[in-house]
T-cell receptor, first 111, second 120 residues
Framework: GESVGLHLPTLSVQEGDNSIINCAYS??????FIWYKQESGKGPQFIIDIRSNMDKRQGQRVTVLLNKTVKHLSLQIAATQPGDSAVYFC??????????FGTGTRLQVFP | DTGVSQDPRHKITKRGQNVTFRCDPISEHNRLYWYRQTLGQGPEFLTYFQNEAQLEKSRLLSDRFSAERPKGSFSTLEIQRTEQGDSAMYLC??????????????????FGNGTRLTVT
């Protein structure tokens, strides 16, 4: 099966700095990974996804890196803003039939 | 608003009562998922549908839980004889699965804002 975990429960960064949130997965057959942002009282909001045939994918201010050798992925947020404060989840799957989520990292942005 | 809609947002019930939640997916999405999330944890998969067919159920889904999607559009999740351990956020998500393509090319799951259930 798949288990997905995050290295740090809380990450504090200063506004304007870059943030890096890390995630490890166990199933080397997983071929799809996705990052979600969840604010208090709301459902997870899609940020970016990546398929296993890619090493890197960029969005607006966000980059996901996938290292299949060590089964690790990361989410980089450039120029972190107060609105980025939330809990971030990584999830993995074989396809997108069933996502397996990690426990989340809380990102705190301070001025 | 064309996102995933869930109703109600909050439900407080007494132990032993039955509750039903509704999910309206994004209209063009043919897949619908139910997840459960407890405080401090990531969402846990419960079940999913493609159109009206229920394709997979988690072992977390006891026989007190039943989900339906009768017309392939909205879905309901019913919990019978609720227990305090059922208290959680119940999340619905939808996606578009493309026929003939590898499943990894399906669209990302888009979540609603959930129904928070409190069993007293």
């Amino acid at each position: 099966g798949e288990s997905v975990g995050l290295h740090l429960p809380t990450l504090s960064v200063q506004e304007g700095d870059n943030s890096i949130i890390n995630c490890a997965y166990s199933n080397s057959a997983s071929d799809y990974f996705i990052w979600y942002k969840q604010e208090s009282g709301k459902g997870p909001q899609f940020i970016i996804d990546i398929r296993s045939n890619m090493d890197k994918r960029q969005g607006q201010r966000v980059t996901v890196l996938l290292n299949k050798t060590v089964k690790h992925l990361s989410l980089q947020i450039a120029a972190t803003q107060p609105g980025d404060s939330a809990v971030y989840f990584c999830a993995g799957a074989l396809g997108t039939d069933k996502l397996i989520f990690g426990t989340g990292t809380r990102l705190q942005v301070f001025p | 608003d064309t996102g995933v809609s869930q109703d109600p947002r909050h439900k407080i019930t007494k132990r032993g009562q039955n509750v039903t939640f509704r999910c309206d997916p994004i209209s063009e999405h043919n897949r619908l998922y139910w997840y459960r999330q407890t405080l401090g944890q990531g969402p846990e998969f419960l079940t999913y549908f493609q159109n009206e067919a229920q394709l997979e159920k988690s072992r977390l889904l006891s026989d007190r839980f039943s989900a339906e999607r009768p017309k392939g559009s909205f879905s309901t999740l019913e919990i019978q004889r609720t227990e305090q351990g059922d208290s959680a956020m119940y999340l619905c998500a939808s996606s578009l699965a493309l026929g003939g393509q590898p499943s990894s090319y399906n669209s990302p799951l888009h979540f609603g804002n959930g129904t928070r259930l409190t069993v007293t």
